[in-house]
C-alpha cells in the first residue's frame, strides 16, 4: 500500500495484485493494532516521547543482536514520519487508551484496528487511480539477470502473463504454507495454527529465490505465540491469544510442566511460549488455573473448560489425569508463602521444583479449576530475500536487482533476524514501502 | 427481557469482542464492555442501548462475515434494542405495537384524524370549520382551546409514565442502582453526551455510511431532528405560559418567540428525518437491522408530517384551510404522542439510561 501509494502520486501508473478476495484483502495487515515508530514527544496518539536511540536498543535487545544495524538504524529513523504519512493517506488513530498493552508510549495504535487502516488505504487508492485486481495471484516471476520481466498471473481460472518496467514485492511471508513451514520444523508443522492471512504462502518469495534472489534469515524464524488450541487454522487473529500463563500451570498432554510460567511478565514472554508449546507431544499444552485467578487477564474469546476436580478437567482436556494430578500435587507442595502481586513480578516461587515458577506461584487448590489448551500460532516468517537501504532485492551475486524492490514481511528477516517488538512489522512496511514505490517510480520513469 | 437467541448472540459476540478490543476508540460501548469479563442478559441489553448504531465497528471487523466468528455489533445490538422497547413497553398489552409498527402508527394516525375531524365538522359544523378566522383566539374557533389542551396532554402524560415506568425497569434489569438514576453529574454527563450527539461521531470521525467510509451526515441529520423536536417542544412551552400567565391567545405574531422556536423546530424535524431516511435508504444493509425498519420510518414519517402540517398551518392560517390543517396537524400529533411508548420514540429513553449508566462507570474508582 505505502509502495503504491508513492508510486501513483509521483505519476506512476500502478497495478496492484492481490490475491484475496474483497472480503479477505489487506493480508497480515488487517489483523494489526498498531506501528511502533519513533516520535519525540507525546502526542495525541501517544503518551510521550521514543527516541530512534532508544527503539534501536529495544530491536538490538529483543533480536539479541541479530539484526542489520545499518538497515535497522536506517529504518527507526525514517519511521519517524510514518505517523504523519499514514494520517495524510486517510488513516486514522485512536487516543492512548485503556487496552493499549503497555505500549502507549512507543506505538500508535489504528482507530478500529488493521482493517480499518486497510479500509482507508484501499479508498486513498481509489481516489488515486490505482488499479486493484483482486482473486489475481502471482504463480512465478519472470527474472533474467536480475531482471524483472514479467508476473505470471493466475486470475479468473486463466494464467497471464503480466509485464511491468518495475515490481515491487509485498506479498507477505510464508507462514501459510505448512508444506514450506515442515522445511524449518518438521511434520509437527501441521499442527501450528496461522493466526493471519491464509493467503499469505509464499510463491512470490518461492519464485524470487528460485530466480537468484540472496535469502535472508532462518527458515524456521518467524513470529509465534501460544495461541488457544481452539482458534480457527486460519484468520484468528488476536481474539485467540490466551494469556492466562503467568497464573497457571502449563502442562503438556502427558501432564507434565515443561517450563517456568512465571519467568517474566507476559507481554515479555508471549513471544517464547509458541515455540515451547511447539516442542511438546502433538504441538498442545494445557494451561491449568484456578477460581482464584479468574478475571486476572484478559478475557478469551473461548470459554475455558471447566471441572470441579482435576481428574475431571484433565479427561475433559485429553490428559493424563492422574499425571495432572501428580504433576500439580507436587507444584503445590513446592510453593511458598509470599505476596502475590498479578501486576509485576512478586516474587511468589516455587522451591525444589524442577521447572521452578518463579513468580506468581500460588496453589491451584480452589474449585472450580479451569483448563485452556494452547498451541503455537504462527505470525510471520522471517526468512525473506536481502534488501539494501533502497529496499532493492539483492542477488546471490551481491548486486541488486535492476527494478525490483521490496517491501514488508517479504524483507522483514533483514531486520528482524529473531525476536520481534511490537509495532514493528507495520513500521518495516511502511518504511520501505515507501522507499520501494519512489524508487521503483523513479526507475519507471527513466 | 428480549428473546434469549438475541441474547445469547449478543453475549456470543461480546466476549469475541472482549478478547479483541480493536474498536475501544470508536464510541462507548466497548469501555463499557472492557469492564465485564462476563457477559449476563441485563449486560448485553444495557451495552445495546448505549450503541448509536454508527457502524464503525462493523466495517473495522476482521472477525466480520464470511469470518467464522460472524461478529456483526451492529446488527445484532439493533435487533437486541428493537426487543428492549418492546418488552419494556408498558402496559404490556400494546408490546404487540412494537411488531409491524408502521402498521400500526398508520392506522393510529388515520383513525385519530379522522375521528377528531368527524367529531368536529360534527360539533363545530361546516361552515364554522372551513371558514377564515383570524385575530387572538382564532384556532379556537375551530377547536376550543381546552379541547386541544386536554387532547394533546392527555397522551404526552401517559407516554411519560409508561417512559417512566419503562425506564425503571430497564434500569433495574440492567443492574445500576436506584439512586445512580439521580446523579445530578452522571445525568448531566449524559446530558452532554446527547447534546452533542458524541457517539454518533463514532471515534470521532462520523458514522460509517454509506460504506467504510466516514460522514457526519447521521449526526448531522439527527442533530437536526432532535434539536428541531426540542424547540418545537419549546415553543409549545412558551405558548403554553403566554396562554395560562399572560392571558395572551394564539396565534402570534411571525417574530414572537413561540412561532420563532416552532418555525425552527418545524423545519428542524422535517430536513433531519429526511436526510435520515435518505442515509436509512443509501446505507448498506448488512449492520443493520432490516427486520424492523418499518418502526424507523414510522417515526420519521410522523415527524415529516408534524413538521409539515405545523409548518402550512402558519403560512396558511388566515386562509380558509386553517381548520381543516388544525385538524390534520392535531391528529397527527396525538397519533405521535399515543405512539411515542410504541414507536422508536423509546431509544430516547433508553439510550439515556444507558449513558447515565455509563456515566458513572466511567466515573475512576
Ligand atoms: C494477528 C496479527 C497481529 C499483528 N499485529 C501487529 C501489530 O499490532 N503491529 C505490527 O506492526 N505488526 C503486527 N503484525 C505483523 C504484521 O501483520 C505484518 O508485519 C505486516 O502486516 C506485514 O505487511 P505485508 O504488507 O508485508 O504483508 P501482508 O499485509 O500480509 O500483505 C501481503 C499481501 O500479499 C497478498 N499475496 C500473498 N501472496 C500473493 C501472491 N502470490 N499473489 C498476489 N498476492 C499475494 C496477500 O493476499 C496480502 O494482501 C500482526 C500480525 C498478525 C498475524
Known sequence: MSAALTARRMGASVLMIESANKDLRGGNSRHVRNIRYTHKAATDYVTGGYEADEYMADLMRVTDGNTNEELARFMIDASEDAVDWMLEQGIKFQPPLSGTLGLARTNAFFLGGGKAMMNSYFKACEKLGIDIVFEAEVETMEVADGRFEAAMVRHGGELHRVEARTVVLASGGFEANIEWLKEGWGEIADNFLVRGSPMNTGKVLRSMLDNGAKPIGAVDQCHAVAIDGRAPKFDGGIATRVDCVIFSVVVNKLGKRFYDEGEDIWPKRYAIWGRLVAKQPDQVAYAIIDQKSVGLFMPTVYSAIKADTLADLADQLGVDAAEMEKTIAEYNAAVQPGDFNPTEPDGCTTVGLEPAKTNWARKIDTPPYYGYPVKMGITFTYLGVEVNKSAQVIMNDDKPATNIWAAGEIMAGNILGQGYAGGTGMAIGTVFGRIAGEEAARHARN | ?365
Open chain 2, 1 to 365: 427481557m428480549p428473546a434469549t437467541e438475541t441474547l445469547e448472540e449478543a453475549k456470543r459476540v461480546m466476549q469475541i469482542c472482549n478478547s479483541c478490543r480493536y474498536c475501544e476508540g470508536y464510541c462507548a460501548v466497548f469501555p463499557a464492555m472492557t469492564k465485564r469479563l462476563l457477559f449476563g442478559d441485563g449486560d448485553v441489553t444495557y451495552l445495546a442501548n448505549l450503541c448509536h448504531g454508527c457502524q464503525g465497528c462493523f466495517y473495522a471487523c476482521q472477525y466480520a462475515p464470511p469470518h467464522e466468528f460472524a461478529v456483526n455489533v451492529p446488527k445484532t445490538f439493533a435487533e437486541l434494542r428493537a426487543e428492549t422497547y418492546r418488552d419494556y413497553a408498558w402496559p404490556g398489552v400494546f408490546k404487540g405495537l412494537l411488531e409491524g409498527n408502521a402498521k400500526w402508527v398508520a392506522l393510529i394516525t388515520v383513525v385519530l384524524t379522522a375521528l377528531l375531524g368527524i367529531g368536529t365538522l360534527m360539533v363545530q359544523g361546516v361552515d364554522k370549520v372551513t371558514a377564515v378566522h383570524t385575530g387572538a383566539g382564532a384556532f379556537y374557533e375551530v377547536i376550543p382551546h381546552n379541547v386541544i389542551v386536554y387532547l394533546a396532554s392527555a397522551p404526552f402524560a401517559l407516554a411519560i409514565i409508561a417512559f417512566i415506568i419503562g425506564a425503571l425497569k430497564f434500569w433495574r434489569d440492567i443492574g445500576a442502582k436506584p439512586a445512580e438514576l439521580f446523579s445530578p453529574s452522571a445525568v448531566w454527563q449524559a446530558l452532554k453526551d446527547v447534546g452533542q450527539m458524541k457517539y454518533m461521531a463514532g471515534g470521532g470521525h462520523g458514522c460509517n455510511y454509506p460504506n467504510d467510509n466516514y460522514s457526519m451526515g447521521r449526526r448531522y441529520a439527527h442533530q437536526f431532528t432532535m434539536w428541531g423536536f426540542m424547540l418545537c417542544f419549546a415553543a409549545t412551552s412558551v405558548a403554553t405560559l403566554y396562554h395560562y400567565a399572560f392571558g395572551w391567545e394564539a396565534p402570534y405574531d411571525y417574530l414572537s418567540i413561540p412561532v420563532v422556536l416552532g418555525t425552527l423546530g418545524g423545519i428542524g424535524i422535517v430536513i433531519g428525518p429526511i436526510g435520515l431516511l435518505v442515509i436509512k435508504k443509501n446505507a448498506d444493509p448488512e449492520p443493520r437491522d432490516t427486520k424492523r425498519t418499518g418502526m424507523d420510518l414510522a417515526f420519521l414519517w410522523m415527524l415529516i408530517l408534524t413538521g409539515v402540517t405545523g409548518l402550512a398551518l402558519l403560512v396558511l392560517r388566515e386562509t380558509s384551510l386553517m381548520g381543516p390543517l388544525l385538524i390534520i396537524h392535531l391528529g397527527i400529533v396525538l397519533a405521535l404522542f399515543v405512539t411515542f411508548p410504541y414507536g422508536k420514540m423509546a431509544h430516547a429513553v433508553y439510550r439515556m439510561a444507558s449513558l447515565i449508566r455509563f456515566a458513572h462507570e466511567r466515573k475512576p474508582s
